[in-house]
């Protein structure tokens, strides 16, 4: 698979895990959930990651983006540890990540969904307001103006996937997490909203990594990795 690099900074690794485990305990029980995983993420590269349910994707995806801290082992970003650069910091400037359930401010149109997640980050785009850029980034995942200016409620699953999405773009962000970001999506939106992580790894330098279930998106990543038994180990395809 060919990588169009644009800049300089769209390689390297971006983010480590060193034997990261992570445990889950209450007062009658400790579940082990993830064992020692070492593993590095690459800026410019898109990764699937597969397992079976209740394998832990949920759970590395939020030590991965820094929602909370392994129990044992290390993270970095940049070769900093998280719990030095500090996770909410970490969150703010260099980390994105789609839930499955959407996560959106139910109150409001998909443009302030957009705008409120770049007033919170602190980001200004390069030239123009936070609106134009927003309008501009939510057309990009096929959403026009009047689509944007309507409240998220009265918009359909595949488009409220889709401000999630132009939402986390927005945030100008070098990883992008997606926990099963096309599980209720049809073949036609999954299918477009792949395209717009390839391009974003691969025109823009940054790093995806999708926890999913479906074949059609993994076989369209860069890496795939399989996550089992709280273990996590690449699959080399054969060609
Ligand atoms: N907050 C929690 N407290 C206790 N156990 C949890 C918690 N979150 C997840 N688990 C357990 O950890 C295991 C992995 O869950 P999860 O990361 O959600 O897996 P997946 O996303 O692969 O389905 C499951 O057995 C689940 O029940
Ligand atoms: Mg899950």
């Known amino acids: 698979m060919t990588a169009v690099m644009t800049s300089a900074t769209a390689t390297g690794p971006a983010l480590r895990l060193d034997g990261v485990s992570h445990t889950y ?18 800026r410019g590269t898109f990764y699937t990651i597969l397992g079976p349910s209740g394998s832990g994707k949920t759970t590395l995806l939020s030590l991965a983006s820094g929602l909370d801290a392994p129990t044992k082992g290390t993270i970095s970003f940049d070769g900093q ?18 839930f499955q359930h959407y996560n959106l401010l139910t109150y409001m149109t998909a443009l302030q969904n957009v705008t409120t997640a770049m007033e919170i980050t602190g980001v200004k785009p390069p030239t123009g307001s936070r609106r134009a850029r927003a309008l ?16 998220v409620m009265r918009l359909s699953g595949g488009q409220q996937q889709r401000v999630a999405i132009a939402r986390a773009l927005a945030c100008d962000v070098d990883i992008l997490f997606a926990d099963e970001p ?27 990594v999708v926890v ?28």
Do not use: P, W
Request: charged fraction near 30%; proline fraction near 0%; aromatic fraction near 2%.
């Open 25 to 42: 305990a209450d007062q009658r029980r400790r579940t082990t959930v993830l064992k020692n995983i070492d593993c590095t993420f690459e």
């Open 81 to 98: 540890d998280l719990m030095k650069l500090g996770l909410s910091r970490y969150r703010n400037r260099h980390a994105a990540t789609i």
């Open 136 to 151: 501009q980034l939510l057309e990009r995942v096929g959403l026009d103006t009047d689509m944007a200016r309507r409240n």
């Open 182 to 208: 096309t599980g209720n999506l049809d073949e036609d939106t999954a299918q477009e909203i792949i395209e717009t992580f390839r391009e974003l790894a691969h025109e823009q330098g940054t790093c995806v």
């Open 212 to 239: 999913t279930h479906s074949q059609q998106v993994a076989t369209q990543s860069d890496r795939i990795l399989t996550l089992r038994k709280g273990r996590l180990t690449e699959h080399h395809r054969s060609r």
